[in-house]
């Protein structure tokens, strides 16, 4: 056996773990402290904040009381409170019963219903926060293009070099006018399958006819997760040349070829940083999320279309920015329930439910595309998290905020008995859709 060999691929192992538990804990530390914060200042005492679960590596209490640890299982994590009989908080502890008014007031079952309840939303609700304050955070520090068609940085293309320079305002492409940033991207459709065209720009306060690149040309703008250009190793800025001999010039080019290949193999040739690379990939079916709603299933190679030139930028103010990050919430909402529906009624595969090894994959795949790619995944993934605590299933927090609700409209607390049993057939439940997942990853 070749161990030297081997060495990589223990490399890609441990650093696919790494960014795994780092993303994990980001969003189970959140979660987890959402649940803490409110509880103590709804009067609850927390007697444990633990990072994962098992054995305890490190720990130390606080002034209020609190043990907070790091344990050696970094798949999860809890708040245990006091009164408690479990770190899960679905029962009380017999010693309960004997405590005195005021220190039942302190632990989770002797609070009041609305302290309980706030706690248990409070963690969902803190991975929304956190994810709202990265996306709109992103947003002011990349910025928003302005709808202005003026030349930045021109982007490294094969064809090249072209007469377009930056700062050059494009008036309009192969006659076609081109007022704003939307009109230039659009024109792509209309235009030649060209690699070169003619452009009229303004520069200097003159108007001059210059050559410059198609707008939308075969260029790899990114690479999505678990796809076949991805498996290929293609990288952003590559730019497909030719597939299976024919040479092409437009994105739209590669992605009728793609739709048309019937998920047969397809040879392509790669431009690289002035160097051709051959590449086989096959596209693969994916469910597509529409803009309107619904999933569409297509064929595809992962690739979304690169920009020819860097686009001015404005920064957003709070309000614009807030929008957008509460817009983009809403959108990862919105596609998992409908994804989730979809898979439930057979319309979309189910290969689109992941575990933690996709999770894994997916960690180290946005890590290695950049610092923003990553911080922009773990709000992505903390919203979803904080979304599937929301389900009304025992143990997760939907399914407390459930047996909450009963006790409001019941004014007395469901029976010791019957949250047993749901609270088996949640965790039975869990475990099923958590192998489920599992055995997704593995095969699909």
Known sequence: MDLVGLLPSFGNFFYTIAAFIVVLSIIVAVHEYGHYIIGRLSGIHAEVFSLGFGPVLAKGTD??????????????????????????SAQADEGVSQLTAAQRRRTMHGAPLWARSATVAAGPMFNFIFAFFI?????????????????????????????????????????????????????????????????RVERDGRVIDVTGPHPQPPLAGSVALKSAAREAQMQPGDVITSINGTEIATFAQLRDMVAASGGDAME???????????????PRSTDLPLPGGGFETRYLIGLTSGAVFEYDTRTPGLAEASGIAARQIWQVIRTSLEGLYYMIVGQISTCNLSSPIGIAEASVAKASDGVIEFVWFIAVLSVAIGLLNLFPIPPL???????????????????DSAVRVLITLGLALVLTLFVFALFNDLTC
């Open 63 to 88: 002034k209020h009381g609190t043990v907070w640890q790091v344990a050696a299982i970094p798949l999860g994590g809890y708040v245990k409170f006091a009164g408690d009989a479990d770190a899960a």
């Open 135 to 199: 996306f709109a955070g992103l947003m002011m520090y990349e910025g928003l293009a302005i709808d202005e068609p003026v030349v930045g940085e021109i982007t490294a293309l094969p064809a090249q070099p072209f007469e377009l320079s930056q700062g050059d305002r494009v008036l309009a492409v192969e006659g076609i006018e081109t007022e704003t940033l939307g009109d230039f991207v659009s024109s792509a459709e209309n235009l030649p399958a060209q690699a070169v065209l003619s452009y």
């Open 397 to 415: 927090d939907g399914g407390h905020l459930v047996f909450h609700a009963y006790e409001a409209v019941m004014r007395r607390p469901a029976p």
């Open 268 to 282: 392509l040739r790669v431009w690289r940083a002035g160097q051709e690379l051959e590449l086989t990939l096959i």
